[in-house]
């Protein structure tokens, strides 16, 4: 599995950022498509997922009602939009792939982009 991240850089407080991720390769056993983030000195969180065939969109709680991740299945992208951002936005963040095989679960992970909110 290969995924390629994009988007992401600065961004003023108040604004808005779009992330934008393609899977490829061998997606069998894949059971969710999302996004994480980590910010500098924390750990790595669940920004927000949709199972890969679609459904129930999970996201944290400090995006939810500003945030909204979109699935197109045909170019097998799973995109991140939020708005109004805040300086504790600013985190590294990864496009994730979750696959659930009778091997075992394993996570794939995209290169991380960086997005910086300034005040």
């Known amino acids: 599995v290969q995924l390629q991240a994009s988007g992401g850089g600065l961004v003023q407080a108040g604004g808005s950022l779009t992330l934008a991720c393609v899977a490829s390769g061998t997606l069998f056993g894949i059971n969710t498509l999302g996004w994480y983030r980590q910010a500098p000195g924390k750990r790595r969180e669940l920004v927000a997922a949709?199972?890969?065939?679609?459904?129930?969109?999970e996201y944290a709680e400090s995006v939810k009602g500003r945030s909204t991740l979109s699935r197109n299945y045909a170019k097998n992208t799973v995109d991140l939009q939020m708005n109004n951002v805040k300086p504790e936005d600013t985190a590294v963040y990864y496009c994730n792939a979750h696959a659930r095989r009778a091997s075992g679960d394993r996570d794939y992970w995209g290169q991380g982009t960086l997005v910086t909110v300034s005040s």
């Open positions: 949709i199972p890969y065939s679609g459904g129930r969109i």
